[in-house]
């Protein structure tokens, strides 16, 4: 071979391998901004599903208390048609 073919060849050699550091470093780079990008996503989420949650145990709370009233209502709607009933048996009583 050559003197030229030589220096051609650790030419395109160094080149191949400059340009494989180089992808490798991007790659790296890209991982750790990716890494870094679905971290920021992933607490979002978290912060919104906490969130919903928190709405969630809100409107059971609500709902549970809307049914102990809703009880309590029944339970007095009973007594007043009682206490009706009585005072019709006493005014038919005299």
Known sequence: ?????VVALITGICAVIGTLIGQWAMLKKSRAADAA???RLDERTDQRLKRIEEKLDEQQ??????TKQVKEHNGLKQDIAEL???IRN???SR
Do not use: C, P, S, W
Not at 1 to 5: L, N
Not at 61 to 66: G, K, P, V, W
């Open 90 to 92: 006493m005014k038919e």
């Open 61 to 66: 709370n609500a709902t549970h208390e809307l």
């Open 1 to 5: 071979m050559t003197e030229g073919i």
């Open 84 to 86: 009706r009933a009585d």
């Open 37 to 39: 990008e679905r971290a």
